[in-house]
C-alpha cells in the first residue's frame, strides 16, 4: 500500500490554502499554515502564495498547464490518493454514463476511508486509512482492510465487533454526535454503523475542488 511520508502541512502550502489533512489540528493556532502561508522551499516567501517562480507558478499569471497541474494535485492529496491510482480513477470515469469531472469525484467520494471520514469515525482521512487498514471495520459484515475499496448505493460500514472494546471507539460517539455526515450516507451513531443511500451529487462535494481543470488536465496528455 502506497502512501506519502513527506511532511503533509507542506502539501498545504503548497496548495496555497489549508486542505485539512490533520483533522482537528488544523482548527487551531497549532496549524502550520497560520504560521507559514507561503510555499515550501528556498524562496517560499519571494514566490507567493501556492507555488513557486515559473511555469506560471506563483507571482504573476498561471498558465492554463500550471492552473491544471494544481487543481489535479490539490484533489489527489485532498484524498490521499498516489498519481498511478488517481489516474486509474480518471480512465474508470471516462467509462461511465455522465459528466466524467463528476464521475471521477463520486469515485473519490465513495471510497472506504473517506466513508469512515464522512461519517465521523475518523478526524481525517489518514486517520480513517489508518484505522480501515488495521481492520477496524467490516463492509457488509465482512472484515475489510482495504482503505481503497470502493462502496455502492447499500453497502453497510460499521465498527468491527472485537474493536468496539477498544478505548478509540468507546469515546467514538461523543466525537460522531458533534459531526454532521452528509445526506448520501445513513448513519447510526449507537451502532457505530452507516451505509451508503445513494452516489453524491456535486453540490455534496468539496466546492475548492475543479473537476473541469482535472479533466483537461488528463485530456491533454
Known amino acids: 500500500m502506497a502512501k506519502n511520508l513527506s511532511p ?3 502539501l498545504c502550502r503548497r496548495e496555497g490554502e489549508k486542505l485539512f489533512l490533520k483533522g482537528e489540528r488544523c482548527f487551531t493556532p497549532k496549524c502550520s499554515f497560520e504560521k507559514r502561508d507561503f ?24 498558465s492554463d498547464f500550471a492552473r491544471q497541474l494544481r487543481a489535479k494535485q490539490k484533489a489527489r492529496r485532498i484524498y490521499g490518493v498516489m498519481e498511478r491510482q488517481f489516474r486509474r480513477y480518471y480512465d474508470t470515469a471516462i467509462t461511465r454514463r455522465g459528466l466524467t469531472g463528476l464521475n471521477l469525484l ?9 466513508v469512515v471520514f464522512r461519517l465521523g469515525f ?19 459484515g465482512r472484515r475489510n482492510d482495504v482503505p481503497s475499496t470502493l462502496l455502492g448505493e447499500g453497502d453497510v460500514v460499521s465498527v468491527r465487533e472485537g474493536s468496539n472494546k477498544l478505548t478509540y471507539f468507546k469515546d467514538l460517539g461523543a466525537y460522531t454526535e458533534k459531526r454532521t455526515s452528509p445526506s448520501w450516507l445513513s448513519r447510526n451513531v449507537a451502532a457505530m454503523a452507516g451505509s451508503v443511500a445513494r452516489m453524491p451529487e456535486r453540490t455534496e462535494i468539496d466546492g475548492s475542488l475543479d473537476e ?3 479533466v483537461e488536465y488528463y485530456s491533454r496528455r
Not at 42 to 50: D, E, F, I, S, V
Not at 122 to 137: N, P, T, W
Open 122 to 140: 475518523a478526524s481525517s482521512r489518514s486517520q480513517a486509512r489508518l484505522l480501515v487498514a488495521h481492520g477496524h471495520f467490516t463492509v457488509n
Open 39 to 62: 510555499a515550501p522551499g528556498q524562496h517560499g516567501r519571494t514566490a507567493g502564495k501556492g507555488g513557486g517562480k515559473g511555469k506560471g507558478m506563483g507571482t504573476g499569471r498561471a
Open 212 to 214: 473541469q481543470l482535472i
Open 106 to 114: 463520486q469515485i473519490l467520494e465513495s471510497r472506504l476511508d473517506n
Open 8 to 10: 503533509v502541512c507542506k
